[in-house]
């Protein structure tokens, strides 16, 4: 059976959920949709927020082929295919006119961070003609993960997590749609024999906010909740919910859910100094095939966050990591990622250097640009010196150099 998730996927811009600062009325991913524009473009967010769906929208609207790889598993040979338009077997849903007619073809590329540089660089010139039409969809920054030739050739879009009432439009959604789709045979087993006599599924307003809660701004996986509460109980209520978050029939692919979980009880671990759990999940993800580079990425930034200026040499071992790891790769760097975790795990933590920056940014963009002192401003010409620009300024001052509105402020606590 096709998984629910994949059988509500929206196929029209007015049946999307979600980023509404892209798709909205106006907004310029849309305006592009509806014009049948057609460029290379990245989509940068978390998971099931809605990244493919928008990607086969934009592809239906330019009319023209569209192909899905995973860069985790996608070679040479697939992209090889996709420019083979009349032979490849990953087109051979469209008509030959149409393969013949379409000067591009849209190749989805799902987790495009995990392309090594030299899989990227062979895409760059299909791109760079228009021969291919990009779509790559990543979790993680791109500005890090995408060469920067093939960045440039490419727009940036960001999505956000879905909100709390867009998660509970999927929720309709799927109550609304799940019986119809069992009624016309796509899934099978006692469980669904109920569903399928009633016709209609609800869910208590307990279960809907407890439901929306777990999701996480997830739309994918709050659908395939639902789905496997209904496969094992036939009804949605809190109580089914929770029993089937907790079985062994449910298990999120380590892209989604269960990635996230896991990387953020590995943080939590060594975030609380509990060496023995910091270790259980980094053996959790690089047993799972986890790229050893985001687990380092994550290690670089708690010796910042978390460490600070207890230990600052916190960040030189997790950037020493970082670079084994992309020096020498699995399996060997798995000894370099577990050294660096208990290095972590056992260092003292200090948060005040992470928490006084986030209060200035915090003002930063509460009250925008506020006034520079002169004092401290460059004065570079003569006139600049003579109307006050840095007059007054001295090296070892004991006053705050802040703007006049936050004189008084401190935010790194000594």
């Not at 996230?260 to 095939?289: E, H, P, Q």
């Amino acid at each position: 059976m096709q998984p629910l998730a994949s059988l509500l996927r929206p196929t029209a811009l007015d049946e999307y959920i979600g980023q509404s600062h892209l798709v909205g009325e106006g907004k310029p991913l849309r305006k592009a949709i509806e014009q049948g524009e057609l460029f290379s473009m990245i989509f940068w967010g978390p998971p099931g927020v809605g990244k493919t769906t928008l990607a086969k929208i934009v592809a239906t609207a330019a009319g023209v082929p569209f192909v899905e790889l995973s860069a985790v598993s996608a070679k040479k040979e697939d992209i090889k295919a996709v420019l083979h338009k009349n032979s490849s077997p990953l087109l051979k849903g469209r008509t030959q006119e149409e393969s013949l007619t379409s000067s591009t073809t849209v190749l989805f590329l799902d987790e495009i961070h995990r392309f090594s540089k030299a899989q990227q660089d062979f895409l760059l010139p299909y791109v760079e003609s228009g021969e291919l039409t990009l779509i790559g969809a990543t979790t993680e920054n791109p500005s890090f993960e995408v060469i920067a030739p093939l960045l440039s050739r490419c727009r940036v879009f960001v999505l956000h997590e879905l909100t709390d009432d867009e998660v509970s439009q999927i929720i309709d959604r799927a109550l609304l749609q799940l019986p119809l789709l069992l009624e016309e045979g796509v899934g099978g087993g006692e469980s669904t024999k109920k569903v399928r006599e009633t016709k209609k599924l609800t869910i208590a307003p307990d279960a809907r906010d407890w439901l929306i809660a777990m999701s996480n701004g997830d739309g994918r996986q709050c659908v395939t909740m639902i789905e496997n509460t209904i496969k094992l109980y036939g009804k949605i209520t809190l109580e089914t919910l929770k029993e089937t978050l907790q079985s062994k029939h449910l298990r999120f692919d380590k892209a989604g859910e269960e990635h996230y979980n896991t990387i953020s009880a590995f943080i939590k671990s060594m975030r609380a100094s509990d060496v023995d759990a910091a270790l259980y999940y980094l053996a959790r993800m690089v047993d799972a095939g986890e790229d050893p580079l985001f687990i380092a990425r994550r290690m670089v930034v708690f010796a910042s966050e978390d460490i600070g200026m207890a230990q600052p040499t916190a960040l030189v071992v997790a950037n020493a990591v970082f670079q084994a790891c992309n020096t020498i790769g699995l399996p060997e760097c798995q000894e370099n990622l577990a050294h660096g975790v208990v290095y972590l795990a056992t260092a003292k933590k200090d948060r005040r250097a992470y928490d006084a920056y986030m209060s200035a940014l915090a003002d930063v963009r509460q009250f925008g640009n506020l006034p520079i002192p002169l004092q401290v401003r460059n004065a570079p010409t003569k006139l600049m010196k003579e109307i006050g620009y840095g007059k007054g300024y001295e090296m070892y001052t004991g006053d705050s150099l802040l703007p006049e509105k936050l004189k008084k402020k401190k935010y790194f606590q000594k």
